[in-house]
């Protein structure tokens, strides 16, 4: 593949991430094709300059464009996936299906893994378009921070050293920095994993504990998504890197976290449908706690904080008592 700059991108999902992003790449492309499912969004798009449902306040320059046609996806060298995980299947095939060229290069930026498979977004997305190349975006990157141009750090995964260099220079304005890594596995599965990990934090925070316990609840995390992240294939130093440590701190501790403010809700007493119902966005947590619990589960991974989150969502386990559960484990060794 030639080492050339993109030209046009097309970004999958018109919420939050997929607005960020597409203002984020309006700086360095000629144009930017969101495909959303939702016609009023896209026409409020094109009409007032801001997507208000997803992501009020910010303007969206004139390069961007809005629509919902997936077809349109085609028409671009470069096609992000920002839609959310359990959609990333259905949304694959359907543009496997729209005369996609096989040298557009396909960059996955949900945070999950599937249900019933445990696969990641880019395993899905090599098996419905296995002629694309197909790389990853992840790190410590809400949505408000990137659009307002607050400055913001990612790590860009792909084994193909052209692509990297090529993405890394369209990801990279004064105020956004990239990095890249060939450990795909490592930066998905740390994304996908501290969703559950800021609902953890977030509850703390609900049940009214303090900062020594929520200091520890992080750490003895980020040691839990090390221990479950390398048994399915990630390095260690991924874990420790934006995309592993540096995701969990900004979602564990963030007023933007959508996954944070579910905890919240479920630690101050309000149920998991009354949490999610009030966001009107996703928080992949939600799910991937079902996803992620079953693949602890199949490979035989200890994972205390990831069992009592998944108790507390889908066994009606009270938080208090699922706190004291955690607290009261047979003491063990810290580093085992
Ligand atoms: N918002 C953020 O700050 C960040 C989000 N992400 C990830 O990006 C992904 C998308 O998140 P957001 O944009 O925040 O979500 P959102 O809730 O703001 O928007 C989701 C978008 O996907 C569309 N959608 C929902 N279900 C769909 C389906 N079944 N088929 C097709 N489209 C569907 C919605 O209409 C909407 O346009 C998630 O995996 C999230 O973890 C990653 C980094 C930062
Ligand atoms: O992944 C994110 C920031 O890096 C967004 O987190 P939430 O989905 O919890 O808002």
Redesign the pocket.
């Known amino acids: 593949m030639p080492d050339i700059p993109f030209s046009s991108a097309a970004i999958l999902?018109?919420?939050?991430?997929?607005t960020?992003l597409a203002r984020l790449l309006s700086q360095k492309l000629e144009r930017v094709e969101m495909i959303?499912?939702?016609e009023a969004?896209a026409e409020s798009i094109n009409e007032t300059r801001h997507n208000s449902r997803?992501l009020a306040g910010i303007e969206l320059p004139p390069n961007i464009h809005a629509s919902t046609a997936l077809s349109n996806a085609a028409a671009h060298p470069l096609v992000l996936f920002?839609?959310?995980?359990?959609?990333t299947r259905?949304?694959a095939a359907a543009l496997a299906q729209s005369g996609l060229p096989t040298d557009a290069v396909i960059l996955s930026?949900?945070?999950?893994i599937e249900r019933n498979t445990g696969e990641r977004m880019s395993e899905i997305l090599v098996e419905q378009l296995p002629e694309n190349p197909v790389a990853v975006l992840s790190g410590p990157?809400?949505?408000?921070e990137i659009a307002a141009c607050l400055a913001t750090c990612a790590v860009i995964g792909t084994r193909d050293e052209v692509l990297a260099r090529r993405l890394q220079e369209l990801f990279t304005t004064p105020h956004f920095r990239s990095y890249t890594s060939d450990d795909l596995a490592g930066i998905e599965l740390g994304?996908a994993i501290k969703?559950v990990y800021a609902i953890a934090a977030g509850i703390a925070a609900g049940l009214g504990l303090g900062d020594n316990a929520i200091a520890a609840l992080v750490t003895r995390a980020l040691a839990e998504m090390t221990r479950l992240g390398t048994c399915l294939g990630g390095r260690v130093e991924t874990f420790a890197g934006l995309s592993g440590v540096g995701d969990l701190i900004a979602t564990c501790f963030s007023k933007?976290s959508?996954n944070h403010r579910v905890g919240l809700a479920l630690g101050a007493g309000k149920t998991l449908e009354e949490a999610t119902s009030s966001l009107g966005?996703?928080a992949?947590g939600v799910p991937n706690t079902l996803s992620i619990h079953e693949t602890a589960q199949r490979v035989g991974v200890r994972t205390p904080i990831i069992d009592a989150v998944h108790a507390i969502l889908y066994r009606g386990m009270p938080a208090a008592r699922a706190l004291h559960e955690l607290l009261n484990r047979d003491p063990r060794p810290e580093n085992d």
């Open positions: 999902g018109t919420g939050s991430f997929g960020a959303g499912r939702d969004v997803y920002c839609v959310p995980t359990a959609a259905e949304s930026c949900a945070k999950g990157n809400h949505a408000e994304g969703n933007h959508r966005m996703v992949e």
